[in-house]
């Protein structure tokens, strides 16, 4: 029995970590090109209402997951627009996702689902690897769905890409020293418009993760901050797509321990139960602080024409 009750613990954890894991990933693309990106909450809500939608009027998840990716890479790309080339605020851009990903989904999903959820979604369904389910521990870690293999291929896709191509070098020097790039040859704008539709795109299958496999259903709000937790995870790893998913599973685990002190019926404010990750997450910031160097041209946005009039 106790060996069962720490598979599911493991499980859980791993389930509540890849929506985490998606968007932080997507944020990592984003940011090593130096574009801050704090509407990956934004995104993570795009994602998972567009699947849910779409799932909803075709009754396939996988065109729910394709709506997610076009949906995110769109959100992606206003957010390149708005930082790229008006050169807003990036701040205040992701912000904005934020506010008018909260408000429109809201106003959609009233609209399109009964009371504003979708409930009984046909969701993705695990993958069952005869011969390993039997297996302690690893058979349950090894049930997983496709969208966790996936996340497992990108992870060691970037890693591959970031550090041992010539597009990742290009990516990492544009977000650490734009001018050389673009003195070089490289186009900031085109690189840094790449790289944040890559982050919507990431971040927004996070979105279809919650709905289609985690929830199988869609209610407002239902991001409830994992943009942000992505985020804190992404400062915590250092911007290395390995210690990031890895602070992702750190985050995980600390929301399914909550979840089941809570099932245990102990004798503690379900709050500060709930409040746990959040806790966690800003705890991992402040040991953090003066260890984890952000790409130095995080946030700054660029003005080719200043290298013209030199």
């Given amino acids: 029995m106790p060996n069962a009750l720490f598979s599911d613990y493991l499980v859980a954890t791993l389930r509540l970590a890849v929506p985490l894991a998606f968007a932080a990933l997507g944020g990592l693309y984003s940011e090593r ?86 409930q009984q979604l046909p969701g993705i369904a695990a993958i069952i690897i005869p011969g390993f389910a039997n297996i302690p521990l690893i058979g349950a870690l090894l049930q997983q769905d496709i969208l966790v293999y996936l996340l497992l291929i990108i992870i060691a896709l970037t890693t591959y890409i970031l550090f041992y191509t010539s597009f990742g070098l290009t990516l990492r020097a544009v977000g650490e020293y734009p001018q050389a790039a673009d003195t070089a040859g490289v186009s900031v704008q085109t690189v840094r418009y790449i790289a944040v539709i890559i982050s919507g795109c990431l971040a927004s299958l996070g979105g279809a993760y919650l709905t289609l496999v985690q929830i199988k259903f869609f209610a407002e709000g239902m991001s409830a901050g994992k943009g942000f937790i992505a985020i804190a995870a992404l400062i915590f790893g250092r911007w290395h797509p390995v210690s990031t998913v890895l602070a992702c599973l750190l985050f995980g685990a600390t929301e399914a321990l909550q979840l089941r002190i809570q099932a245990l019926g102990a004798n503690i404010p379900y709050q500060f139960l709930v409040m746990l990750p959040y806790a966690i997450a800003l705890f991992a910031l402040v040991s953090k602080k003066g260890k984890s160097t952000p790409p130095a041209a995080l946030g700054i946005a660029y003005f080719p024409e200043n290298r013209q009039r030199q």
């Fill in 33 to 118: 090109s130096g574009v801050l990106n704090i509407g990956l909450e934004g995104m993570l809500l795009t994602g998972a209402f567009t699947s849910a939608a779409a799932t909803f009027y075709t009754d396939n998840p996988w065109i729910g997951v394709i709506a997610a990716l076009i949906a995110g890479g769109i959100v992606g790309l206003l957010h390149a627009f708005l930082c790229v080339t008006l050169r807003v605020d990036q701040l205040v851009s992701g912000l904005a996702i934020n506010l008018v990903a909260a408000g429109l989904t809201s106003f959609l999903g009233r609209l399109i689902f009964s009371g504003g959820i979708a």
